[in-house]
C-alpha cells in the first residue's frame, strides 16, 4: 500500500534509518513504560518503537491514509492508534509518559504549549523540529534566539540541542534544516 504526502498537513517523513536510530538510543537513556508517537506517519520511528519491549505505546495520527497504511504495515499497531488531532487530544494516559516524533513544523510551537499542558505527566520530550524553532527551544538568555518559546519551555524542562539533520534525510526535503532536541 502506497501513500501520498499531503502538503496542508505539513508532512516530511524521515527516511534516513540512521537517524530513526540515533533518536531511539536518545530515547532509550530513559526509563518509562508509557510512550506517545505524536506524527507516526509513514512508520519511520514507529518500526523501531513497536519493538521496545514492556511499555505501553500510543500513536497519533490524524490522517486517515497513513493510519490505513501504518495499520496494514504494521499489525501490532491495532489498538495502539488513535486516529486524533494531537491539539484536541486528552491526556492519553493516566500514568507518566514520554512524548516522541517527528512533529510537523508547522503546527510544532501548537504542539508544545499542548504538552506544556501536560507538563505533570510528561518528564521527558525528544521531538524534531524545524532548525530555527529548535534553536529558540533551547536557547539560552542574552542570545537572538531567546524569546516567549524559550522562557515557557525552559520554565518547567531543561532543554538541550541533541543533533541536525539535513533535508536530505527526508520525502520530500524541507526546505529547512530540521533538528533534534529533548526536554527533560
Not at 508517537?37 to 500513536?59: C, M, Q, S, V
Not at 486528552?90 to 508547522?106: A, D, H, L, Q
Request: glycine share 4%; net charge neutral.
Amino acid at each position: 500500500m502506497q501513500y501520498t504526502l499531503k502538503k496542508s498537513l505539513g508532512q516530511h517523513f524521515l527516511k534516513d534509518e540512521n537517524i530513526c536510530r540515533k533518536i531511539i538510543s536518545a530515547l532509550m537513556k530513559h526509563s518509562f513504560e508509557h510512550l506517545l508517537e505524536i506524527g507516526p506517519g509513514g512508520g519511520a520511528l514507529t518500526k523501531f518503537l513497536i519493538d521496545i519491549k514492556n511499555i505501553d505505546f500510543r500513536a497519533i495520527e490524524l490522517d486517515e491514509e497513513k493510519i490505513q497504511y501504518l495499520l496494514q504495515t504494521y499489525p501490532l499497531l491495532h489498538g495502539k492508534l488513535l486516529h486524533q488531532d494531537f491539539l484536541k487530544t486528552p491526556v492519553p494516559f493516566n500514568e507518566e509518559f514520554i512524548i516522541i516524533g517527528n512533529f510537523p513544523y508547522n503546527i510544532s510551537s501548537q504542539i508544545l504549549f499542548k504538552i506544556l499542558e501536560w507538563k505533570e505527566k510528561v518528564p521527558v520530550v525528544i521531538g524534531m523540529f524545524q532548525k530555527e524553532v529548535a534553536q529558540r527551544i533551547v536557547s539560552k538568555p542574552n542570545n537572538k534566539n531567546y524569546g516567549i518559546l524559550s522562557v515557557l519551555i525552559q520554565a518547567f524542562y531543561n532543554a538541550e540541542h541533541l543533533f541536525d539533520v539535513a533535508p536530505s534525510c527526508f520525502v520530500p526535503p524541507p526546505r529547512v534544516m530540521s533538528s533534534v532536541i529533548e526536554l527533560i
